[in-house]
């Protein structure tokens, strides 16, 4: 096993740069983790070797010319599978997409490129980004870290196990009701949904175009902002990429939380749902060590969560179908029946209901906006209850109720999901902080603070290894 | 008559709706499947907020700019 599993971007980006570690070296030594364990974890669908190394030793080249690319050059990451690479099939963990073959790398792919990043593979994902753990798929569901037998989250699964166990630093996913925040409040990792249109989604196959963002996993909020500042940037190949310089997202990670405002959205998980006691004594906790650090956190209101929810459920269906209907009629057999369950709803949806529901987004956007007029960042849970088992598949469609991300994805505004703790039977809890539109600055700052003073992202998963089982394709 | 419901009916309906649209192959592989799809489907979006105005203009082309934008 090796001891650069751990490193975060952020020092293996300042030792590359210094060159006091290889990208080469450093790319073999996950490359050899990655061998180690994905048996056990089953993160990875695709291994991309030959073009690790090759980008490796290209960034090695210009780092030893003293040409720089930016913090994350020479450095690995991985993508959901739902990302087009060149070359390789963008399986979206899916039966159907068996034998495609990416023409072009997608938007973020590229930046990460262009940054001189090194891609290490493939992730897992719910099948389209909204199935969930199933035997039905061609390839494994990834496991939780944590405990193998439980739920590691989804639709951007592997991308959160990968982080946690330290198969890759930082990852690629995608979040349209969750996805980003959900993996990585099971799997004990940041994950950060930032506003609508910061990152583009061209080359990302869709699931909900008004509610789709992309976002990165990481093991701390400092690799977050240095991610999401790579692949942050207008592209007119993505219609709703929003036409404005990115923030500087690192710029106020240091700056702590003493006289900020901070709300606190108790009322979804304490009057409109009832969370899991571990989930609500972790944030408490939490409000807590942000007042010690100088914040003044007090309760606001919004409207429920059912009807945040209610409303993007409906928009996510409809959306998630219009995508999906030529292929549900003509060979349904191809998808998972989670995964059929899933998007069939969206055929009778009246068309009268989307429109209602869009127009009811525009109420809860005004309603949001109005909310944190006064406020500099908010917090609230991210899941109700703790990861339950993997195949228990009624407990897991059950979950994707009771949680509170999709409001975020309803507003478009930027939500990171951070670790609040462990329970006693060692599973990691979690809370978001969540901001104003285009507010990433602030809302990296408030979850840094937090972090910084609680040392909760430094713990990391016992980590199982196995001889390889499968074929790993590149 | 009889106040019980008529399943027969029910899953007709159900079939009809899934034939109408196109669906026919999903609705043989998982017919109770396609029951609970429509269910879901047909749900209403609930109880909406008091001041709800079904002339206000809806976020189609979603624009987070415009939803209370700013740093």
């Known amino acids: 096993m090796s001891d650069l599993a751990h490193l975060t971007i952020a020092e293996a980006g300042r030792l590359i740069r210094a060159r006091k570690l290889s990208p080469v070296e450093f790319t073999r030594a996950l490359m050899a983790r990655i061998a180690a364990t994905d048996a056990v974890y089953h993160a990875y669908l695709a291994v991309t070797e030959e073009l690790a190394i090759a980008q490796a030793k290209a960034a090695e080249a210009e780092i030893m010319r003293g040409e720089w690319r930016s913090p994350m050059h020479g450095v690995p990451y991985a993508t959901k599978d739902i990302f087009d690479v060149a ?55 990834a496991c939780n870290p944590w405990n193998l037998d439980l739920h590691p989250g989804g639709s951007s699964s592997g991308s959160g196990v990968a982080v946690a166990i330290g198969t890759a630093p930082g990852a690629l996913g995608t979040d349209t009701g969750g996805s980003v925040r959900n993996p990585a409040t099971c799997c004990g990792v940041v994950g950060m949904k930032p506003t609508y249109g910061t990152v583009s989604r061209a080359g990302v196959f869709p699931l909900a175009f008004s509610l789709d963002h992309v976002g990165p996993l990481t093991r701390t909020v400092e690799d977050n902002a240095i991610m999401l500042q790579v692949i942050a940037g207008y592209d007119p190949a993505d219609p709703a990429s929003v036409r404005r310089p990115p923030s500087d997202f690192t710029a106020e990670l240091s700056a702590g939380v003493k006289g900020l405002r901070i709300g606190l959205i108790a009322h979804f998980y304490e009057e409109d749902m009832v969370a899991a006691p571990e989930q609500s004594a972790a944030i408490a906790a939490a409000a807590d060590v ?40 003509e060979r349904p057999q191809d998808y998972a029946g989670i995964t ?50 993997i195949d228990d598949a009624e407990t897991i469609a059950k979950t994707y109720e009771r949680q509170m991300r999709m409001p975020f994805n309803v507003t478009g505004t930027p939500a990171i999901a951070v670790p609040t703790g462990f329970t006693a039977a060692g599973l990691p809890t979690a809370m978001q902080v969540v901001g104003r539109a285009f507010a990433e600055p602030m809302v990296y700052r408030v979850a840094q603070a937090y972090c910084e003073a609680t040392a909760w992202c430094e713990r990391h998963p016992p980590v199982k290894t196995a001889e390889r089982e499968k074929s790993l394709v590149g | 008559m009889t106040d019980k419901p008529d399943t027969d009916s029910a899953a007709q309906w159900i079939r009809t709706l899934a034939q109408a649209r196109g669906l026919d192959r999903a609705y043989a592989l998982n017919p109770e499947a396609m029951a609970a799809a429509v269910a879901r489907g047909t749900a209403s979006l609930g109880p909406l907020p008091a001041d709800f105005s079904p002339v206000s203009e809806p976020a189609v ?4 700019a415009k939803s209370g934008g700013g740093a």
């Open chain 1, 340 to 389: 059929r369950s899933k998007l069939l709803p969206g055929a009778f949806i009246p068309a009268a209901e989307y429109v209602k529901a869009q127009q009811l987004r525009a109420a809860l956007c005004a309603e949001f906006a109005a909310a944190m007029r006064d406020l500099d960042a908010a917090i609230t849970l991210s899941s109700l209850d703790m990861p339950c088992r």
């Open chain 2, 61 to 64: 082309a979603f624009d987070a």
């Open chain 1, 290 to 329: 942000l007042r010690r650090l100088g914040a003044e956190v007090k309760s606001i209101r919004l409207s429920s969560l059912q009807r945040y929810t209610a409303c993007g459920r409906t928009i996510h269906n409809a959306e998630a179908y219009a995508v999906h209907e030529r292929d549900l009629q």
């Open chain 1, 87 to 141: 070359g390789m099939a963008t399986t979206c963990h899916s039966k159907l997409r068996i034998g495609h073959r990416a023409a072009a790398d997608a938007t973020a792919i590229v930046k990460l490129r262009e940054a001189g990043a090194v891609l290490l593979g493939k992730l897992a994902l719910h099948e389209f980004a909204t199935g969930g753990p199933t035997r039905e798929l061609p390839w494994p569901a």
